[in-house]
């Protein structure tokens, strides 16, 4: 596992399904082109790099390069980096036909490959406990705070995320990801007691 001090930005779910197995570090679906009308998702994204900065990795199509030039249009550039994945020909194995330009996304290429461009990039590459001591923020946390598994716990979600002034369709996970982005598991417990006042 490699660990980056940057979240990564991804274009779907089945990029940070694949990358997830790769590095420890956070990971920020844009879905696809629904962030260029998706005015939470992009607070979000700003937020996560004014505190951590963020790497991009898009699929090497022309749809992956229109992300990455969105992104670069509201995020300051001190605050962005760019990892890039070769152009390869061939298909997902998830689908039954090449994509429209006939290149392999990010969940096809080897894992060797995402490895050598993450190493080509400019992302910061940290100590393997670097988030355990910043305080990581688990599944097991959330549940232990209230935030999933109990009778309250999409109510007490749907107010935290209120609160932090994120997206309110986050999913469990998605929230997991922003949180361990933003706060320490120490700063997320003093945010469920302020709501709890």
């Not at 429209?100 to 990039?121: H, Q, T, W």
């Not at 688990?138 to 107010?159: F, H, P, Q, V």
Request: charged share 30%; aromatic share 6%.
């Amino acid at each position: 596992m490699i660990s980056l001090k940057e979240a990564v930005i991804v274009e779907g779910r089945y990029d940070k399904i694949k990358l997830s197995e790769i590095i420890d570090t956070p990971i920020i679906e844009t879905n696809g082109f629904r962030i260029f009308k998706d005015k939470e998702k992009q607070s979000l994204i700003r937020r996560i790099a004014s505190k951590r900065g963020i790497l991009v990795l898009t699929d090497s199509d022309s749809g992956g390069f229109v992300i990455r030039n969105f992104l670069r249009g509201f995020v300051p550039e001190s605050e962005i980096k760019h990892a890039y994945i070769p152009q390869l020909k061939g298909r997902e194995k998830r689908k039954s036909e090449d994509s429209k330009e006939g290149l392999l996304g990010v969940e096809g290429v080897d894992d060797e490959v995402i490895i050598e461009a993450l190493r080509k990039s400019p992302a910061t590459i940290i100590g393997e406990d670097s988030r355990d001591a910043r305080g990581e923020i688990t599944k097991a946390a959330l549940y232990d705070l209230g935030l999933s598994g109990r009778e309250n716990s999409k109510k007490l979600r749907e107010a935290l995320l209120y609160e932090l002034g994120m997206p309110s369709y986050l999913t469990t996970n998605a929230m997991l990801s922003a949180l361990n982005c933003l706060y320490s598991l120490e700063e997320l417990k003093s945010q469920i007691n302020k709501l709890s006042e």
